[in-house]
């Protein structure tokens, strides 16, 4: 597709449930990125990819949280025994990223997974 | 989680107005700025960036400005529409780096 897709765009789960959610980023795009936004709240970065490595994960919240991307594609974020505070909109962004040639960091942004723990 | 900070979490604006966001980050070593503007239900969208070695960047009906030495980012929406009413993010990018950082976000109000 054009844009950045995120599946599912809705997932309500019970607490103690692996969830897994799904963003298959803008073709070319090499940089990929996560980020969870609570209600009402701003963007928290969780982490990002260039290609199929992950530089920086420190935003991960706990090691029940894990990200990977495949193929310098589709990148899976998988919360294992999920809690009540996990309930958030889960956002993935794509990105060409800065190059000395002038290429802007925009981000691409999904519509999000909103994840609702019981 | 990082963010970057703002002084008003909500703003109200007469249609027609002019509308001022505002911001501060904090790592003075951030060369790369950006406003997103994020509406119900949706993921944010780009409006206007900004490298550091820029005071001011025009765009569409919006300007952003840049304070190196307080650190303190604005945007300004000429002409104010309902179809602005949304959050407004500013973000800062890292000398080196690709990592985004999000400020909590500006809820903007045009009222009719």
């Known amino acids: 597709g054009a844009g950045v897709s995120q599946s599912p765009s809705n997932k309500v789960t019970e607490k103690g449930k692996d969830v897994e959610l799904r963003c298959d980023p803008i073709?070319?795009?090499?940089?990929l990125y996560w980020y969870r936004q609570s209600l009402g709240q701003g963007l928290e970065f969780l982490i990002y990819f260039q290609g199929n490595s992950a530089p920086d994960k420190s935003g991960l919240p706990s090691d029940r949280f894990s990200a990977e991307r495949t193929g310098g594609s589709v990148s899976t974020l998988t919360i294992q025994r999920t809690q009540q505070e996990d309930s958030a909109v889960y956002l993935c962004?794509?990105?060409?990223?800065?190059?000395?040639?002038?290429?802007?960091?925009?981000?691409?942004f999904g519509e999000g997974s909103r994840l609702t723990v019981l | 989680g990082e963010s970057v900070g703002l002084h008003l979490p909500t703003l109200s604006v007469q249609e027609g107005d002019n509308s001022i966001i505002n911001c501060a980050y904090s790592n003075s070593a951030s060369d790369y700025f950006i406003w997103y503007k994020q509406e119900s239900g949706k993921g944010p969208q780009f409006i206007i960036d900004i490298r550091s070695n820029m005071d001011k960047r025009q765009g569409q009906r919006v300007t952003v400005l840049l304070n190196k030495t307080v650190k303190h980012l604005s945007l300004q929406i000429a002409a104010t529409q309902p179809g602005d009413s949304a959050v407004y993010f500013c973000?800062?990018?890292?000398?080196?780096?690709?990592?985004?950082?999000f400020g909590a976000g500006t809820r903007l109000f045009v009222k009719a």
């Open positions: 962004a794509s990105s060409l990223g800065l190059t000395s040639g002038g290429a802007t960091g925009e981000l691409f």
């Open positions: 073709s070319g795009h090499t940089a």
């Open positions: 973000a800062e990018i890292y000398t080196g780096g690709f990592k985004t950082i």
